[in-house]
């Protein structure tokens, strides 16, 4: 895990890789314990701050249970195009939790400023923080990987 001051010090997420997350809003992402998994899909807004994806979800569903046992999910963020040279996607790592306190106020916020229809929704607050990201993006040639990985605290 990384704190901001520390993350604010290591080298920034590819500003590709930035630019696509802030565009998107659909993430698919899987959840798995005690031999169970299940996959979700959620609207999204990105924090490039804490380089983190902020999602509303109940802890009731098949993968808010998966989600309570086990905060490591693996997911998915997609650019459909018909030409195979304008494919685009990021596959990721992550610890998704429940946001509390004033740091879900804060993500609420964010959420809300791009989604402003779901403040009828009663959910709870989630981030999923990155820990590994793997951007596939054709417009940079074909099969292009742009890597990025947080950095550990020492």
Same mark, same amino acid.
């Given at each position: 895990?990384?704190?901001?001051a &520390?993350?604010?010090?290591?080298?920034n997420?590819?500003?590709? #890789? #930035?630019?696509?997350? +802030?565009?998107?809003?659909?993430?698919?992402?899987?959840?798995?314990a005690?031999?169970e998994m299940?996959?979700? #899909?959620?609207? @999204?807004?990105?924090?490039?701050q804490q *380089?983190?994806?902020i999602?509303?979800t109940?802890p009731?569903?098949?993968h808010g249970?998966?989600?309570?046992?086990?905060?490591q999910?693996?997911? =998915?963020? #997609?650019? +459909?195009?018909a030409?195979?040279?304008k494919? *685009?996607? %990021?596959q990721?790592?992550?610890?998704?939790?429940?946001?509390?306190? =004033?740091?879900k106020? &804060?993500?609420?916020?964010? @959420? @809300?400023?791009?989604?402003?229809y779901?403040?009828?929704? *009663?959910s709870?607050?989630w981030? %999923?923080?990155l820990? +590994?990201?793997?951007? =596939?993006?054709n =417009?940079?040639?074909?099969?292009?990987?742009?890597?990025? +990985?947080?950095k550990?605290?020492?």
């Open positions: 895990r990384c704190n901001i &520390t993350f604010l010090n290591e080298v997420m590819q500003a590709n #890789i #930035i630019h696509f997350l +802030e565009k998107k809003h659909i993430v698919s992402f899987s959840t798995f005690d031999l299940w996959s979700a #899909i959620c609207f @999204y807004v990105f924090d490039k *380089q983190r994806l999602l509303l109940k009731e569903t098949r249970q998966l989600m309570l046992k086990n905060p999910v693996t997911g =998915t963020i #997609i650019h +459909e195009a030409a195979v040279a494919l *685009q996607g %990021i990721f790592i992550g610890e998704i939790s429940e946001l509390k306190t =004033t740091e106020q &804060t993500a609420l916020d964010l @959420y @809300y400023a791009r989604f402003p779901s403040r009828v929704m *009663q709870p607050v981030q %999923i923080v820990n +590994e990201v793997k951007f =596939t993006d =417009t940079l040639g074909f099969g292009k990987k742009l890597l990025w +990985e947080r550990p605290l020492d």
